[in-house]
C-alpha cells in the first residue's frame, strides 16, 4: 500500500460516488411521489456512468505496472 494510511485513492472514490448515487436515489423516491423503481433507474445512470469511469477511461493497475 502507497501513500497516506488515511489517504482516498481514486478507486474509494467511485465506490463513495456509486454508493451515494443509489442512496440519494432512495432518499428521493421516500421524500417524494417518484417510485422506488423508477427513483433507483435513475440513480443507477450516474452509478453507471462511475463504472464506467473506473474500468475504461481509468482502469486499475497492479502496483508496480505503471
Do not use: N, Q
Not at 465506490?15 to 440513480?43: D, P, Q, R
Amino acid at each position: 500500500m502507497t501513500g497516506h494510511p488515511r489517504s482516498l485513492s481514486a478507486a474509494d472514490l467511485v465506490l463513495a460516488s456509486i454508493a451515494l448515487s443509489m442512496v440519494g436515489a432512495a432518499v428521493g423516491a421516500v421524500l417524494t411521489s417518484v417510485s422506488l423503481v423508477t427513483a433507483l433507474s435513475a440513480g443507477s445512470l450516474p452509478a453507471s456512468g462511475s463504472i464506467g469511469y473506473a474500468l475504461f477511461y481509468d482502469p486499475p493497475v497492479p502496483d508496480g505496472a505503471g
